[in-house]
């Protein structure tokens, strides 16, 4: 019976039904408290309720029941990462990895770790395990922003153009490469691809404004007026929109 509300309790928290999640999850505890993936589950509701303390003393319990349970591991890596403490969510997620070497989240998980520890060679061995193991729009958005940070710009156009092909309705990749593409000096190839990321995510000013940017370049001062417009209505205070503005209405 604890595993029926356990289930039911983890299909709830894909749907986001936190609550009714927690309800679930709470009973299958009541009935066997030594269920770790209940704990293990409960936690990631406390996580999604952005309750990190209260979800790593789940994750906690998870590990005291079975402290080979990579999952727990890799979600405590997690919450930690999010509460900013970068040593602990390494050496959780490393752990995660020594019981599930097959685990891509974890590889995920860690490499975004090491990114933000400004160690991008294992940032980028670890989101390419994830890609091998599973590939996804985030592992190749991540790994292509580690390229981009590194000035490896083919290498993070290559891994964006991959984000963009396998979800083309995510605007991520499509804005992404177009940055790339732009600041190598493509200007047709970026509007291009901002035509993209702007159909799919209409409120994102940056590329209204990076989109006029490029019109700007070409000669179309018209269309360039419009996007940087666009821009502003969305952000008011984004300064590289207003001098852009700016020289074209002194140019006009």
């Known amino acids: 019976m604890a595993a029926a509300y356990c289930n039911r309790g983890y299909g709830l928290t894909e749907k986001r039904e936190l609550d ?5 999850l709470n009973e299958a505890i009541k009935l066997d408290p030594a269920y770790a993936c209940a704990y293990t589950n409960r936690g990631r509701v406390y996580a999604f309720k952005r309750d990190l303390d209260r979800a790593i003393a789940d994750y906690d319990e998870a590990i005291r029941i079975d402290p080979s349970f990579a999952l727990a591991y890799n979600n405590r890596g997690d919450a930690w990462l999010n509460k900013g403490d970068l040593d602990r969510a390494l050496a959780d997620l490393s752990l995660a990895i020594k019981y599930n070497p097959k685990l891509a989240g974890a590889y995920g998980n860690r490499g975004f770790v090491y990114y933000r520890k400004g160690d991008a060679a294992h940032a980028i061995a670890d989101f390419t395990t994830e890609i091998k193991l599973e590939p996804n729009v985030l592992a190749y958005i991540n790994r292509g922003n580690v390229y981009r940070d590194t000035e490896q710009l083919d290498r993070a156009a290559a891994d964006y153009g991959e984000a963009a092909r396998i979800a083309p309705t995510d605007a991520r990749g499509w804005r992404n490469r177009g940055m790339i593409r732009l600041f190598k000096g493509d200007n047709k190839g970026g ?6 990321a702007l159909q799919y995510d209409p409120n994102d000013a940056y590329s209204w404004n990076n989109r006029g940017q490029a019109k700007l370049r070409l000669g179309d001062k018209k269309g360039a007026a419009a996007d940087l417009s666009k821009a502003l209505e969305l952000r008011p205070d984004l300064k590289t929109a207003q001098e852009a503005l700016a020289r ?3 140019t006009r």
């Not at 509007?191 to 993209?196: C, E, R």
């Open 191 to 196: 509007i291009a691809d901002y035509d993209k």
């Open 20 to 24: 009714a999640a927690l309800a679930d």
């Open 248 to 250: 074209l209405g002194a």
